[in-house]
């Protein structure tokens, strides 16, 4: 059989051949880009269940559904737990911090993906008329190569963004409770101000009367008057905290208009027991900023082995060339290659260890902070804890049994009526101070449970803001 009768049956498999190439390539790319659009969502969800509540994602599920609870939950007074719910459900800022995972998932998509491959042609003309047909067909072979290292790294990074993410939807639940701690405290401290300014208004009255008839100094009726006068401007000051505190939480819950008519269903409950124990160590497993940093230095360890590879690994392409010559079909193989003589990563790999020994470092002092933040924080709610119980079971009876006494003395007509009405201001001032016990109480309490959640609130440290340095390195594992 001559040459020329040969050919034609070498044709069709030097054409099945880079096809088959082209459609590998293909399904490689489309499993590459077929991350879930709900990427990390669960994994989130799961992190933050810890404080015993679910985050949503609108993205992902259905918006009337989450609306309909957020109705229910506005329909009835709201608690601590509902007043959380309905912030998860309703807060345009959670729902926001939520497209960052979007967002990740692109940079996860685009870590992930195939290079595309590079087609080139050419035609040559004679006497006006195609005569020579080039045509190539070509792949990066080295970055398909170094996909497995690349995806690896990309990995990594995700699940420190979730980390984060997650991290930062504790920080969210936690201002919401106490915000609303705050709020009921604020509440609970006006109606005891309203009882000091009505005491002393009846005081200010008493004392103009007996002055006009001529049985009280002037100097006796401006302390009464300046008694009222200074409780009145307690008054204000109560209600001005009360407004502030009552939008600070609107805006928490993400309400505006006639849904910021909401009621609450509570008054502060006395404290609880503090546990004794040492828990560092149950803080210290479940911190979200240690695993964050954990998985950040897992990929910047990935990321120096993949510039290190990458910087010594040749930049190869393989292909397949067709050409038309004389009416003659003819097709081969084709390589390229850069050989990395003059540049091998050196700034990549340098750059990624020293983020490797960045993130070490950080690890050693999150582990200090978070043990120093969990005894601050024991100490701060099992000292409200007993200023409260102190108020409560010392110095409010006191108060009580001196507002008895001197109710007795005015009935035998042996002090005044402006002693009495001093001696009930006292007694509420007391209780004003019970009530902030509480809220401070609560407050160390969410604080004290969010640490055992796995999260250090903010504040209860001093150093950098972990969460801060995904947006420092601004890199993905492509890069």
Known sequence: MSAESARPSRLPRARRTPLRHALAWLSLAFAAACVPQNAGYEDVQNVVSRTGHEV????????????KQARVLLGQPLTADAAVKLALLNNADMQAMFEELGMARGDLVRALRLP??????????????????????????????????????????????KLDLAGRAMDFILNVRKAFYGYVADQQILELRKTVLDALRASALAAEAIHRAGNMTDLDLASQQVLFEEARVSYSSAETALATSRERLNSLLGLWGKDTTWTVAERLPEPEEVSEDTLEGAAVARSVELATIRQRFTAAAKKADLARVRGWLPELKAGVAFEREEGEWSTGPIAEIEVPIFYQGQGEVARAEA???????????????????LRAVQVRARTARDRAFYLKNTLLPMRERILNETQLQFNAMNTSVFQLLIA???????????????????????DLEQLLAGRVPEGATTGPNIGATASSTGETADH
Do not use: C
Request: charged letters at 35%; hydrophobic letters at 40%; zero cysteines.
């Open 424 to 446: 009930r201001r006292d007694q509420i001032e007391a209780g004003r101070s019970y009530v902030e016990s509480l809220r401070e109480y609560w407050v160390a309490k969410a």
């Open 116 to 161: 595309n491959p590079t087609a080139e042609g050419g035609l040559q003309f004679e006497e006006g008329e195609a005569s020579d047909v080039e045509f190539t067909l070509s792949q990066d072979v080295s970055e398909l190569i170094l996909l497995p290292m690349r995806n690896r790294a990309a990995q990594a990074e995700f699940a420190a963004v």
């Open 355 to 373: 983020e490797m020994r960045r993130e070490d470092q950080l690890y050693k002092g999150m582990a200090v902070r978070v043990r120093a933040a």
């Open 56 to 67: 949503r994602w609108r993205h992902v599920e259905d918006g009337g559904r989450l609306d």
